[in-house]
């Protein structure tokens, strides 16, 4: 097996002692793309929000810091990723303001309109069934609430022959701005917006359930 997709392979479930690693990693490696994905939208003290594939944790505590007055849940389907959040977010799992739980973005143990806010970072490529996937994460967000997905993996000209290299590798949900538009008011989102900074790579899409929005 590949260095590369060995590496895909744990950033998409982390597992052992070199998942656990990884997991950390992303702590710090995703530290900027984080930054820039939550500077796209605004997030008032006391909403609900909700991290999809939250990995080492550390977005999960970036929420809780703005959330000051909401709850912030975290959410991974690796045992070893929801294990290094929760050591991440002690103080503040300590406190109930933050709550971490191993569980698939497919079917969510989550109540109908539970978040105001929903974020994924780098994850959504490894959503089993994307748009089926879109359906659930609209179930559980709040009326006017938020969905901001962001990543470093997306059809764009420049950086093509590397990204196509990397979904060749392990299989990923790769979309161009316009598909994931389709996509996300398909299943009932609208005031759909796109963030590039095309010389990173970066990307970072937002929308909103407005009332009557239905899959």
Known sequence: MSLLKRMLIQSKKPSGRFGRFLARGMNFGHSGLTRWGLGFIDIVSDIDALDIGCGGGRTVERLAGIA?????????????AVVVASKKNRALINEGRVE???????SMRFSDGAFGLIT???????????????????????????LLIVGAVYK??????????????????????????????????????????KNKGWFAVKCIK??????
């Open 68 to 80: 000051t007055d909401g709850k912030v849940v975290g959410i991974d389907y690796s045992p070893d």
């Open 100 to 106: 971490i739980f191993q569980e698939t973005v497919s």
């Open 120 to 146: 994924a970072f780098e994850t959504h490529y490894f959503w089993p069934d994307f748009r089926n996937d879109l359906k659930e994460v609209h179930r559980v967000t709040k009326q006017n609430g938020q």
């Open 156 to 197: 764009n000209k420049k950086y093509d022959r590397r990204n196509q290299r990397i979904v060749d590798a392990i299989g990923m949900t790769y979309l161009s701005i316009d598909e994931f538009q389709e996509l996300l008011e398909g299943v009932g989102y609208s005031e759909f917006n796109a963030l590039e900074d």
């Open 210 to 215: 407005q009332e009557g929005g239905t899959a």
